[in-house]
């Protein structure tokens, strides 16, 4: 079926306004396809998903707080010690690593001092450094625009960044894959700290690096040149040691990665300080040893997706509360060490707080539930760095192009099928691909957009050609049949708007074609015309009484022929038949197109029985009419009065051939179709319509052959006459008569 181009246009105008929509990157429509990620995420802990089998979470629960205090004197702020004491019983237990979510940000002094197995009395920090020390396998926690503690930096085997950023929503979806820590030189340090300086707001220009002043509106200037060297003596004056370089980097930028990447690092031997970052194409590649190797999908600021696949109650997450490791501890320290755990040999651990409705709470919206543990998203992102297996959005490229191609579809659906059955089909189509958007989801990780695509160029687009559909094309059909339908059958009707396109090339159709004529209708006209002229002339009418009366003689002769019209249309209606045109006081029509019709011949020739029997009955009862007319005429012609017309009384001649024909629309777009048919086998129609004389129905032999395979019944009834020459045809042609009365 071929396309309008109104239609396309509709269709081509949503598909551009969507991809234009999508590149605009409105908060809207984002924050719709995270919703869809949220129930991606929840269905995909319904299929079984590989992970890995080496990560632990040590948790900070109530309880961990009341068993604390039993055994250190401390409340909801622990001493340092405790988590030394931690430190020391992983380390024993043989833990990989071990990650805390925790900040310690800075110095407790004032925390009870400890003593050493060897003697010595240290404080409380200095214990947490030497265990992390000892250990060799402490991550610990930095933030953005803040410094841990050198003791406790410098002591740890790394640092881990745990900056979070919700989504305007509140929902923790994504995570940084690293920040950029900026570490300035001591000197800017020292003159930051004597002059109020804020280093965090500084910035960088060329040539200069500019250091707001707290407090002031001063800026402080500081020159550098293209590698932000800067000359000590600015800083300083002159007083510059022997030997000490006069320039010198004003500040190093160093990548402080995610702690959950981190920590995995530390399994897969990953060097992160020569990891490969290519934002620019939305990938971060970590190689470590023995060729592994991962590619971690990013956007275009760095941030990956959360797979939040192990909750926490997974049993794959070997678990404890703190204080379990605490208690072993405390005896491993004493020498009892029958029986004790090494539940965390190997692992990865991450320490953090499950607890509820205090400081230590962190807690927060995730797309699995409202109210989850946010801790869970380390050993998440870990887990996905160890099994290789990450959330992948699709590219905006790749998102335009399934736009574009489910706008076709959706197009071509919509527009070849009828309203229903394209609405069946639009709903169809877009379940398949959110069922196969969601199994990619939980199979892949494969994040297939849904906002655009399903609710955009499949909803949005079916819609619009839809109401196209009903407000243009559907009120011009309704127009259409309206008028159509009074002068052919409703079946023709319905086929003709059915079609796309109708073309006036034309196309070649066996059809029946009829041929009526009122005969010595045109003798009637012209008495009736004379009569009135001679009544304008006999009574002397004024030009306009004259005008009156000739306009009412034609409105009767109009009357006249229109009620034999009307009873052959009828009949040509209700058998299905295509009422051609008419021609002065012939109908012309035809069978078999545009609706097909393998009957067509018998469907005529019994439309045109009807057709002489109805003006039988109706000249029956102008006869009866006409005669109590006469007879009243006689009484009026005595009494000087008008006499009353007598109706005319009017007979059919019927012409019918079946043959091979041309059928389509004659006319022009710019002025009137006119759907009919022509050729030979139609010229032969109409002469038959000629040597049938008055209440006689003609039939050429090709349509008494059609009648015997169709309708033996009514063949049988047929008359052959001898074969008569018509005009336009050499050869004698073979007819024969319908009887009907």
Known sequence: MPFKAAPLWVALTVVILLCFLRLLRLDFFERLEDLTYDLRAKAALHFPTPAATNLAFVAIEESSIASVQRNYGYGLYWPREVYGDLVDELAAEGARAVAFDIWFGDLRPDHPKVATRAGTVISSDEYFAR???????????????ARLPDLFATNALALGEISTEKDADGVLRRVRAFAIERHWHPLFRKAAARYGLDLAEAKIEPGAILLPQTGTTNVVKVPIDAQTNFALADLVGDRLPPGVPSRARAFTDERVWQMGIVLASQALNVDLAHARVDLAQGRIILRGAHGVERVIPVDRDGYLYI???LKPNDPRLQQAPIENLLRQNRLRASGRTNGLSDAFGGKLVVVGSAAVGNDLT?????????????????????NSILTGQFIRRVSVPSELALILLLGALTAVTTLQLRAVWASVAVVLLMAGYTAGAYYAFARDGLWLPLVFPVGGAILMEHVCLVTYRVVFEEREQRRVKTIFSKVVSPDVVNELLRAPRLSLGGTQREV???????????ALTDEMQERAVAFVRSHHLDPASASAHLDAAAHEILAAINVYLVLVADAVKQHGGTLDKYIGDCVMAFWGAPTPNPRHATACVRASVDAQRAIFELNRQRIAENARRETENRARSGAGLPLQPLLPVQQLGTGINTGLTTVGLVGSEAHQYNYTVFGRE????????????????????????????????????????????????????????????
């Not at 962190?362 to 870990?382: E, H, I, M, S």
């Not at 041929?515 to 045109?522: A, I, L, P, Q, Y």
């Not at 040597?691 to 169709?710: A, K, N, P, W, Y």
Request: proline share 5%.
């Open 512 to 522: 029946t074609v009829l041929f009526t004529d009122v005969r010595n209708f045109t």
């Open 131 to 145: 265990q992390m020390r000892r250990a060799g396998n402490v991550i610990l926690a930095t933030v953005t625009d």
């Open 307 to 309: 797979d939040w696949k």
């Open 682 to 741: 139609v010229n032969l129609a109409a002469r038959l319509e000629g040597v049938s004389g008055s209440g006689r129905i003609i039939i050429s032999e090709s349509t008494f052959q059609h009648l015997r395979h169709d309708d033996p019944e009514l063949a049988a009834t047929c008359v052959l006459l001898p074969p008569v020459v018509v005009k336009g045809i050499r050869a004698p042609v073979s007819i024969y008569e319908v009887p009907w009365k």
């Open 362 to 382: 962190d807690r927060g919206a995730t797309p699995l539930q409202k109210d989850a543990l946010l801790v869970a998203a380390y050993w998440n992102v870990a």
